[in-house]
């Protein structure tokens, strides 16, 4: 696709790798959190930053914004796309509660939209070329966005482990 520059960091893996990934993410991130204590949950790697609990909630409403543009580059591939961004991470943490609410709900939600999304991409002809194009002159393809949020997944869930290391939990 054209215009569709590389996030540093994102791999290069076929559609299918890159779709198995993509899949294997609610997994990961439920293996990542088992055996943790409700206390565990407000571990971080280092005062200031966000704890597992916030981590999750980020994961989930990442997963939200990102939604719509996936599913418009699959419903009307090359449509202009008008995202709207929150502010900063931590507008949204801070105004959500990331701090004070269970995880469990958006644990079920990073679950469903992965679901949700390999279906439609199982029943849309070429969805891995299909694309949006924002106002502002890049177009973003369906495959884009898989990678997009699989690395941003991948990252985070490392994250998590991370943390579990630093505190032994």
């Excluded at 791999?11 to 299918?16: D, G, I, M």
């Excluded at 418009?72 to 502010?87: F, Q, V």
């Excluded at 694309?131 to 941003?152: A, M, N």
């Amino acid at each position: 696709m054209t215009n569709q520059s590389t996030k540093p960091g994102f791999a290069q893996r076929s559609p299918e790798e890159s779709l198995t990934l993509y899949a294997q993410g609610p997994d990961e991130l439920e293996i990542a959190l088992t055996g943790l204590s409700e206390a565990d949950f407000a571990l971080a790697r280092a005062p200031g930053e966000w704890s597992i609990r916030a981590i999750v909630h980020h994961l989930a409403d990442a997963d939200t914004l990102f939604l719509p543009g996936m599913k418009m580059a699959l419903a009307e591939s090359g449509c202009t796309y008008h995202p709207n961004w929150p502010s900063s991470n931590e507008v949204v943490s801070e105004n959500l509660n990331y701090a004070g609410r269970p995880v469990r709900p958006s644990v079920t939600l990073f679950r469903v939209i992965h679901r949700h999304i390999l279906e439609l991409a199982q029943h849309v002809p070429d969805a891995w070329e299909r694309y949006i194009q924002y106002p502002d002159g890049p177009k973003r393809s369906f495959g884009f966005y898989i990678q997009l949020v699989t690395s941003h997944a991948l990252e985070h869930i490392d994250e998590i482990l991370e943390i579990r290391r630093i505190h032994n939990v």
